[in-house]
């Protein structure tokens, strides 16, 4: 299982920006799956902040990002998205996908079997 996570980038205060997390390996219409996005900033620890599950489109927000970020899925394309928006600068951080056999959601990083590299995202004040 391979995991790709794309659409970081600048943006300003207030801004939005959606992320891409392309899997290959999961067969996203048959298997049972869990797909997360979490962040590290410098400094700090890393941080679930939300995921979604493949039987039912269940879904997962940490407090931080409720309310702002929006996870959906595009099982045609094998894509997990990631729509942030009202973005601040406190979320300026290196955001990671992470793929986990069975559909309970969960922030936990522990969890999750599989990853794919991170894509920055800087929010300038």
């Known amino acids: 299982v391979q995991l790709q996570a794309s659409g970081g980038g600048l943006v300003q205060d207030g801004g939005s920006l959606r992320l891409s997390c392309e899997a290959s390996?999961?067969?996203?219409?048959?298997?049972?799956?869990?797909i997360g996005w979490f962040r590290q900033a410098p400094g700090k620890e890393r941080e679930g902040i939300s995921c979604?599950?493949?039987?039912?489109?269940?879904?997962y927000y940490a407090d931080s990002v409720k309310g702002r970020f929006t996870i959906s899925r595009d099982n045609a394309k094998n894509t997990v998205y990631l729509q942030m928006n009202s973005l601040k600068p406190e979320d300026t951080a290196v955001y990671y996908c992470?793929?986990?056999?069975?559909?309970?959601?969960?922030?936990?990083?522990?969890?999750?079997?599989?990853w794919g590299q991170g894509t920055l995202v800087t929010v300038s004040s």
């Open positions: 390996g999961y067969k996203f219409t048959l298997d049972y799956w869990a």
């Open positions: 992470a793929g986990k056999s069975g559909a309970s959601l969960t922030g936990r990083g522990g969890d999750y079997d599989y």
């Open positions: 979604i599950s493949s039987n039912d489109g269940a879904t």
